[in-house]
């Protein structure tokens, strides 16, 4: 089996939060699947260009196409190919960083991550039974987790059946026991892993 990690830890905090999050849940499923083995995609400085109006024909017209073979594709490749997918992205303005949107836009190409029936209905591609979405936040995350959302409605999208979600709110709270949350949620993720 094999795991790929997308690493969206972008952060000034040393260490990051939700890389100490994703590192513990890492260790823990290595752990428990000794054969199995785990793929890094760093979005941490990797520069994906957005569609824009001086690139978007020229993608769009290879997939229109059907070259999916073509180097536009890797990254969606990568991604429908993988058998687990983890996620890890510190909470920003209600989502997560714009590197991950990025990917988002990259990873769902039709007929790659997902496409549609004669009839009209969208199909999922990817081979994964299991996404995990794993964050930290300085606040709650109760009222408007907007990118654990929309990662969870891509998912069905791209025929991944599980969606999983663990967070550890309230970060920069200081009047709150904050590191007792955080280790709350790696302990979950620990959990989880043996499972995932
Ligand atoms: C650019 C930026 C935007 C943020 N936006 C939010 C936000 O909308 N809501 C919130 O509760 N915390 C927000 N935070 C705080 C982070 O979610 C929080 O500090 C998190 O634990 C950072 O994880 P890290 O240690 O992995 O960087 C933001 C932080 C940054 C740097």
């Known amino acids: 089996m094999n795991l790929l990690f997308i690493n969206c830890c972008i952060s000034m905090h040393t260490p990051s939060r939700t890389a100490l999050l994703a590192d513990a849940f890492l260790a823990a499923w290595q752990a428990a699947h000794p054969a199995d083995t785990v793929e890094v995609v760093d979005l941490r400085s990797m520069t994906i260009a957005p569609l824009r109006m001086d690139n978007i024909t020229a993608y769009e017209t290879k997939l229109a196409e059907g ?72 606040g709650p995350m109760e009222n408007a987790n907007c990118g654990s959302e929309h990662l969870r409605a891509l998912s069905q999208m791209y025929g991944i059946d599980q969606y999983c979600f663990l967070g550890a709110a309230l970060q920069d709270v200081k009047e709150i026991d904050h590191e007792t949350i955080l280790r709350q949620t790696i302990a979950q993720a620990e959990a989880l892993a043996k499972t995932f």
């Open 67 to 138: 070259r999916t073979a073509d180097p536009d594709f890797a990254l969606a490749r990568q991604f429908a190919a993988a058998d687990r997918i983890v996620i890890a992205a510190p909470y920003w303005e209600l989502s997560f960083p714009a590197q991950l949107r990025l990917y988002i836009e990259r990873i769902s190409a039709l007929n790659i991550a997902f496409g549609y029936t004669p009839e009209g209905k969208s199909v999922g591609l990817c081979r994964a039974e299991k996404l995990l979405f794993l964050t930290t936040a300085g």
